[in-house]
């Protein structure tokens, strides 16, 4: 079984910058078919998808994030970052990390989330 372990989690104040980090436990992200993403969760929301990238270094952003959070990754370490610049309140959200099927976009494993809390 996949393992994913997220971490870089916090607190900050809005306009701060947050780093978050995915390692797998296995070489999950360098599958051809395979793409790593993050999602995030806010209380009474569903469940957004923020971010993904190939093992190519391909990447898509949402809307609300776009020009504001970079995903990168590491094949080497099997780890996956998202940078977080410029954060606002409505950030605040429970971060998860996902290892999901790049062209049905179903997600085969999840991390078990970080929370990042953005004050005003």
């Known amino acids: 079984q996949v393992q994913l372990l997220e971490s870089g989690g916090g607190s900050v ?6 780093t978050l980090s995915c390692t797998a436990s296995e070489s999950i992200f360098t ?21 993904t990238i190939t093992r190519g ?30 954060l606002k309140p409505e950030d605040t959200a429970v971060y998860y990390c996902a290892a999901l099927n790049r062209f049905t976009s179903n997600v085969q494993h999840w991390g078990q989330g970080t929370q990042v809390t953005v004050s005003s």
């Not at 395979?34 to 971010?51: D, F, H």
């Open 57 to 86: 270094g391909g990447t898509n952003y949402a809307d609300t994030v776009e020009g504001r959070f970079t995903i990168s990754g590491d094949n080497a370490r099997n780890t996956v970052y998202l940078q977080m610049n410029s």
């Open 31 to 51: 599958s051809i078919v395979m793409a790593a993403g993050w999602y995030r969760q806010a209380p009474g929301k569903q469940r957004e998808l923020l971010a």
């Open 13 to 18: 104040q809005a306009g701060g910058s947050l």
